[in-house]
């Protein structure tokens, strides 16, 4: 299933138009309120910004980027733990998989900088948003957070390739198949995955992030779910309904900073 246009709401006529233009989407016109929208997934833009919905009387709420609401990661965490994230330690990371950008704003937040890539126009254009109303947002650590984060438009494998400096950890989270994701996500993978579609195991993008990575590549995993076809982890690190996977590149370690700030 795809989105099937961009809905704005009143007065927003002109922002939504030329951001369909520049995405390729379909404007559909204005709605007075997001229940109005036809069944199906639609884009719609309001005066809280971009959001995926599904429209009806009983849709779930809208999808958004909304890094306000996400907590700073702590370094006891998986995700630290696998890439490496701890105090004086802040790895470059390469993200080529990021979705709605919790897991890159988790990076962030603990200092490392982290460049991301989406191939798919809906979630980059919700990530796009997303950093916009961040970087204006009033609280000093979450605009810091933010800063550290870039986003490209490119299909993953090749923009690993394309990279100029290897970056110390490519981080993958791959879009699984309905049953695992039902397993650990919620309404907002499900809206994306039904958007997208399932990415599973990536042989080329998997290939390409063992290739660019100077120091690690973690995947993220259902808890249960068997590693990915290739080299065996190194190691992992267990969560409660998730695993990271982390595999050595040789590299030596990243310099450490004098301090992670979040």
Known sequence: MTALGLFAAPGLEGPAAQLAEAYGFSFAGVAEERRQLPEGYHLWLDGAGLALCAGGARAPGPVRCD???????????????????????APTVAD???????????????????????????PHALLADGLARAARAEGAALRASVARLSLARAEGARWLASLAEPPDVVYLDPMFPGAALRGRSNKEMAALQAVVGESGDDPELFAAALAAARWRVVVKRPRR????????????????????????????????SPRISS
């Open 96 to 122: 080529p998989t990021a979705g709605l950008g919790r897991d890159a704003f988790a990076l962030a937040s603990l200092g490392c900088r982290v460049a991301m890539a989406e191939r798919h126009p809906v």
């Open 67 to 89: 890094f306000a609401r996400l907590r700073p990661a702590a370094p006891a965490q998986g995700i630290a733990r696998a890439v490496g994230a701890r105090r004086g330690l």
């Open 225 to 256: 779910a068997p590693p990915l076809a290739g080299p065996a982890p190194t190691f992992s690190v267990q969560g409660r309904s998730v695993r990271f996977d982390v595999y050595a590149r040789g590299g030596s370690p990243p310099r450490r």
